[in-house]
């Protein structure tokens, strides 16, 4: 089960990639691994010298109960505070943005891969529409 943030890679250029961990509660997990999430529009921001994802969606369980999670709260990521500290000195650089660009389980963990990210110009998305096109005329 993996889930990609499409449009990461058409709005942005990952200079590099972080691997982190999302503390999430019974039902969200359950929901995860069923592939029911989606990473439009989500972010990364640092607060109190901790990462937290924002706006990322996961749907409600079905057969949950009424303690049922809500579907776009913050989650925390778990990194070390060297790594914390790393990414918000990266993303505080002009046109920088943190990003998740997939969530996927490894040994039955959650694990999210978050991108320091340069935002793209218009003139950069049209150019990478026009390679694109180029490949599929090409196949």
Request: charged share 40%.
């Amino acid at each position: 089960m993996e889930i990609i943030n499409k449009k990461a890679k058409f709005n942005y250029f990952i200079e590099s990639e972080i691997e982190a961990g999302i503390a999430l509660v019974g039902t969200e997990i359950k929901s995860l691994r069923r592939g029911s999430a989606d990473l439009k529009d989500t972010y990364i921001r640092i607060k109190n010298e901790e990462a937290y994802i924002i706006n990322m969606y996961i749907a409600k369980y079905e057969e949950g109960n009424i303690f049922n999670h809500d579907e776009r709260r913050e989650r925390k990521l778990l990194l070390h505070k060297k790594e914390i500290r790393k990414l918000e000195e990266l993303s505080k650089k002009d046109g920088y943005a943190l990003i998740p660009i997939k969530i996927y389980l490894k040994k039955n963990l959650a694990k999210v891969s978050v991108g320091v990210c340069r935002g793209k110009k218009n003139y950069d998305k049209r150019e990478a529409i026009k390679e694109r096109d180029l490949k599929k005329i090409e196949r």
